[in-house]
């Protein structure tokens, strides 16, 4: 009966030490535009489109001010799309 006791004590002592221990992650406001341009121009571009969304977890210390850049050549058209993300 003894170790049944001091079984659950330990239990309860590991779960509460893992619940203090687990910090919980900041979240971060992030937004993200892509710009679209066509050489050469087309009708509506260039272009910007922007969205916010919410971030959490351990890797929002490597997503601010990312820029990716995509650029395709179809016969004399060259199509430019700049995806950019930065998180507050």
Known sequence: MRSVINSLKFGSILILLLLTSCKKDSCQVCTQMI?????????GYPKTTSSKYNSCGPANSWIG????????????????????????
């Not at 710009?35 to 009708?43: A, D, G, K, L, T």
């Not at 001010?65 to 995806?83: A, F």
């Open 65 to 88: 001010e990312q820029v990716i850049i995509d650029r395709e050549t179809h016969h004399d058209t060259v199509y430019t799309k700049i995806l950019s993300t930065d998180c507050e």
């Open 35 to 43: 710009s679209e341009h066509y050489f050469p121009n087309r009708n």
